[in-house]
């Protein structure tokens, strides 16, 4: 799956999933792989709205960095978050607590 192809792919799930419970988190991920694979999002909940948009976020709580092919799997429900860690599949920079609450929030 491309970059794009990903990026819009979580664009979509935003507008599944519900954040109300969340006040702020802001979430940097980096994906790796071939040239179409990689690229850079941010996905922030404020006041339970999300926004994910093609940017770096300064101001994050965390980054996690993957590779694409697996991040969609975690997102697919196919890689556990915890599993994806222990393996060094997915990395985090930060606040790994937030990451956790992230993974949760992908999840629903």
């Known amino acids: 799956m491309t970059f794009e192809e990903t990026f ?10 519900d954040a109300s419970g969340t006040d702020f988190l802001a979430v940097q991920v980096n994906l790796t792989g071939k040239a179409d694979e990689a690229g850079v999002f941010y996905v922030e909940i404020k006041d339970g709205n999300i926004s994910v948009a093609p940017y770096e976020y300064e101001d994050r709580s965390c980054g996690i960095t993957m590779k694409n092919k697996d991040f969609n799997k975690l997102i697919d429900g196919k890689l556990d978050p915890v599993v994806a860690y222990t393996m060094r599949k997915l990395k985090v920079d930060g606040d790994i607590g937030k990451a956790v609450e992230f993974a949760n929030l992908i999840k629903q």
């Not at 819009?8 to 599944?16: C, E, I, L, N, S």
Request: net charge neutral; glycine share 10%; no cysteine.
């Open 8 to 17: 819009a792919k979580v664009q979509g799930m935003a507008d599944t999933i």
